[in-house]
């Protein structure tokens, strides 16, 4: 795990259909966006607003997607479920962390993908459902 000040100076988000205000904290232990919706044991954030955006809009739930701006309060480390061999190099700046995030402010204008690109992402992690692959949680 990376530690926070080595990180200060980047700006992340969570993408998510909960409706959260600065200050709140995104704690790990709701059920996952994926696979079983088990609960998870991490939170998850990225560097990049695309990545947020996947997340806000795949997020289970009612309501419009939401992108928070937060801060890790702990540690952060690569999240293996989108590093390693399947993007080596973490090019989508995607992290996680077992230590709560701080919400400190909301993206308000964010255009989301096209519908097109949502259908074949969802047909994509159906599919994944299907072959019974899970999120990496270890």
């Given at each position: 795990m990376?530690?926070?000040?080595?990180q200060i100076?980047?700006q992340?988000?969570?993408?998510?259909?909960?409706d959260?205000k600065?200050?709140e904290?995104?704690v790990?232990?709701?059920?996952?966006n994926?696979g079983?919706?088990?609960k998870a044991?991490?939170?998850y954030l990225?560097?990049?607003?695309?990545a947020?955006?996947w997340?806000?809009?795949?997020?289970l739930g009612?309501g419009?997607?939401?992108?928070?701006?937060?801060?890790?309060?702990?540690p952060?480390?690569?999240?293996?479920n989108?590093?390693?061999?399947k993007y080596?190099g973490?090019?989508t700046k995607s992290?996680r962390?077992k230590?709560p995030l701080?919400?400190?402010?909301?993206?308000?204008?964010?255009?989301?993908?096209?519908?097109?690109?949502l259908?074949t992402?969802k047909d994509?992690?159906?599919?994944?459902?299907?072959?019974?692959?899970?999120?990496?949680?270890?």
């Open positions: 990376e530690a926070i000040d080595e100076s980047q992340f988000y969570h993408g998510t259909k909960a959260l600065p200050g904290l995104i790990p232990g709701y059920h996952s994926y079983k919706q088990k044991a991490y939170v990225t560097a990049t607003l695309d947020a955006i997340g806000a809009e795949l997020a009612e419009a997607g939401r992108i928070y701006i937060v801060e890790p309060t702990g952060i480390a690569d999240d293996p989108l590093t390693d061999k080596p973490n090019p992290y962390s230590d701080r919400v400190i402010g909301e993206v308000m204008d964010w255009n989301g993908h096209s519908p097109q690109e259908k992402m994509n992690l159906e599919r994944l459902k299907q072959l019974g692959v899970e999120a990496i949680e270890d």
